[in-house]
């Protein structure tokens, strides 16, 4: 998943490129609201266009799940893959031949 400020998302919207991310970086330090107003838990169910809402009304922060393809190219759910499950998504991409992240 990555993380974007407001103002990058909004280029990205109007023809901008995405910005490189640091990884490095805590949810804590990069959510705009400081007093989280609410709660959400992520689990297989989850769909993938109210994960990434969920993000926005509770941290204040704009998100979009991503994965890396076999060519190593990086590439953003949108379109089919926000209707589906997180699960449905894990064994769609498993299936293009995308790796997961090893822990």
């Known amino acids: 998943m990555y993380f974007y400020t407001l103002e ?21 330090e990069v959510r705009v609201k400081k007093e989280a107003t609410g709660e959400f838990s992520i689990h297989g169910r989850t769909l993938v266009k109210n994960l990434e809402q969920y993000f926005y009304k509770t941290y204040g922060i704009c998100c979009q799940v991503g994965f890396n393809e076999k060519d190593g190219k990086r590439r953003y759910t949108g379109g089919t893959y926000d209707e589906m499950t997180l699960t449905q998504l ?7 031949g995308c790796q997961k992240k090893p822990k």
């Open 90 to 96: 894990n064994k769609e991409l498993e299936a293009r």
């Open 8 to 28: 990058n998302w909004n280029k990205t919207k109007v023809g901008g490129a995405w910005p490189t991310l640091d990884v490095s970086k805590r949810l804590s």
